[in-house]
């Protein structure tokens, strides 16, 4: 679903993420783990040609579209429907004066899909109650929205999820909640989820994969499990010690 060769995204002349290999397939997960400013949004915004005002350079193919050669109408096209990004606070994004089962409906047209049973369904498969269609963004917690996030991507038929920090703003109840849903969606509907966290805690309960980022280099990968149980980096083990 996801492959990136030889990536490096610069600002200016300053180069915040260089990735030589990142894949990821049907039904896996794989994290994104680093301490802050080391360039895992940048590489997550990037693989849907998000990251305006930078240079991109590599090769980067999502759900059979080649991102940096693709033109505008080619991206949109992917965006939301079948990769959907689900950002640190998505109440943000979300019109406020806007019912949330009017907004989903009116992202479901866009598309060309739609139905109230559709709806329906996405909302309860992230274990939300159908109710929360009638309300407006403000009613909303922060879990319910990152969960709301999800369920609008799953409307839309999403095949992969880009997630960052996705359960950032939330208690741990919650993120537990949330971890679940994204790993029940990902077994029962072969969802692709690439998460960006600093949670190597979280990453160690989904992943199956994880890279490491420092100062916007890979500095390790390689399976999850064993990344964290034997870290080869000294920057890997210094996030693991700090672990609470
Ligand atoms: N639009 C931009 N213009 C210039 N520099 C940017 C821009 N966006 C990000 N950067 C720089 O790129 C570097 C990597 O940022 P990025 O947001 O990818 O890191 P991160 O690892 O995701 O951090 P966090 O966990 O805080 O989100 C940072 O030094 C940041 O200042």
Redesign the pocket.
Known sequence: MIEVRDLQ?R??E?L??DVPELDVREGECVA?V????????????SLLGL????HVSGNIRVCGVEVLQAPERRLREIRGARVALVM?SPQAALSPTTRLGTLMRRALKLHGLGGDRVMVEAVEAVMLDPGILRRYPHEISGGQAQRFAIALAIALGAEVILA??PTSALDVTVQAEVVGVLRRLREERGLALLL?S?DLALVSTIADRVLV?KD?AVVESGPAAEVLAAPSHPYTRELLEALP
Do not use: C, F, N, P
Not at 34 to 45: A, F, I, P
Not at 51 to 54: C, D, R, S
């Open positions: 995204v600002y200016g300053r915040v993420a994104i680093g301490e802050s400013g080391s360039g895992k949004s940048t590489t997550l915004l990251t305006e005002g930078a640190q960052d920090e960006v600093h980022m916007g």
